[in-house]
């Protein structure tokens, strides 16, 4: 068994799922999906907003803030960096000022560490 090869197909499995309901997906990963893994969860928002429509409720972005702020790690911080390049020509990806916003609590919370997100 390779744990890697399994952790890889899960991501590409999450990458793929419906995320017309954008609301319905946060809130299901916030309740559900987090209830057996943080790291997961935060991918699945991270994904929902990417195929966010350009009109958010802030309400929204908000319970993402505190998701990664609270539960973020430096897996959350490298998923969100690469989803943000990857997606930085896209021109249906209306979020990018709040997934650098995104990186930049990860990269506060965790310079109250001495640890610094970038150089890594």
Do not use: W
Not at 7 to 33: F, P
């Amino acid at each position: 068994m390779n744990i890697e090869t399994h952790y890889n197909q899960l991501i590409a499995y999450i990458e793929s799922l419906d995320y017309s309901n954008v609301e319905q997906v946060i809130n299901y990963a916030s309740k559900e999906i987090f209830k057996y893994s943080a790291e997961l969860s935060i991918m699945v928002m991270v994904n929902a907003l990417i195929r966010a429509p350009e009109f958010l409720r802030e309400k929204l972005s908000e319970q993402v803030i505190s998701y990664v702020y609270y539960e973020g790690s430096f897996t959350s911080y490298k998923y969100i960096k690469s989803k943000l390049i990857e997606n930085n020509d896209n021109s249906n990806f209306y979020h990018k000022e709040l997934f650098e916003y995104l990186l930049e609590v990860l990269e506060d919370k965790y310079k109250k560490f001495k640890v610094d997100l970038k150089s890594r």
